[in-house]
């Protein structure tokens, strides 16, 4: 009987927390911040650091491959040395905007983008698997380097698409729309600016 009041009290007290975390209200600076913050994470994200081809680029075996055939053992490990610096500071940066992003999502997404409050629940539980993800990559990438983790790699870089596929959709309203041009009235005797 004791553990099923201990359980009701967590779960009592979760979907209280969950209620108060839905009813925040953000100040106008704040969010203009987060808008902010979110377009430019989602760019770097899309435009930088996900791109199959750069991300095919940093884990290239052919590289590896090159460097030992044909170079000495410490230029090897020099150049292993860096790769593995170049992966860590790409699934660090991975993981910082995914954070920025999963902010506008949990504190100012609701509104703007009229978010179902399960859809944003949705959307945590993805954000939070995939900043595991992100932690566990570079546990890997640490322990095993940049060519012992290419399946976790593709698996991390996947999912962090998804999710900007997603967030790209709910700040579409930031990215002005393509119309018509506007018609030049100074031809017909209108006023010019």
């Keep these: 009987m004791i553990p099923l009041i201990f359980?009701?009290?967590?779960?009592?007290?979760?979907?209280?927390?969950?209620?108060?975390?839905?009813?925040?209200?953000?100040?106008?600076?704040?969010?203009?911040?987060?808008?902010?913050?979110?377009?430019?994470?989602?760019q770097k994200l899309t435009l930088g650091l996900l791109p199959p081809d750069f991300v095919d680029h940093v884990f290239a075996k052919q590289d590896l491959e090159y460097v030992t055939t044909?170079?000495?053992?410490?230029?090897?490990?020099?150049?292993?040395d860096e790769r593995k610096k170049i992966a860590l500071a790409w699934a660090t940066e991975i993981r910082?905007?995914?954070?920025?992003?999963?902010?506008?999502?949990?504190?100012?997404?609701?509104?703007?983008?009229?978010?179902?409050?399960?859809?944003?629940?949705?959307?945590?539980?993805?954000f939070s698997v995939l900043r595991l993800e992100c932690r566990a990559l570079y546990l890997l990438l640490s322990l095993r380097g940049p060519y012992g983790a290419s399946y976790v790699v593709g698996q991390t870089a996947a999912a962090a698409a998804r999710?900007?596929?997603?967030?790209?959709?709910?700040?579409?309203?930031?990215?002005?729309?393509?119309?018509?041009?506007?018609?030049d009235d100074s031809a017909q005797g209108g006023v010019t600016i």
Excluded: M, W
């Design 7 to 42: 359980f009701l009290a967590i779960a009592t007290g979760f979907l209280v927390l969950l209620f108060a975390l839905s009813r925040r209200n953000p100040s106008a600076e704040g969010s203009a911040q987060a808008l902010l913050e979110a377009r430019n994470a989602l």
């Design 96 to 126: 910082r905007q995914i954070i920025l992003l999963q902010h506008f999502h949990l504190g100012h997404s609701r509104h703007f983008a009229r978010l179902s409050f399960s859809t944003e629940i949705g959307l945590a539980l993805d």
């Design 163 to 183: 999710l900007c596929a997603i967030s790209r959709k709910y700040l579409a309203f930031l990215t002005p729309a393509e119309g018509p041009p506007l018609p």
């Design 70 to 80: 044909n170079t000495s053992k410490e230029i090897r490990q020099l150049f292993l």
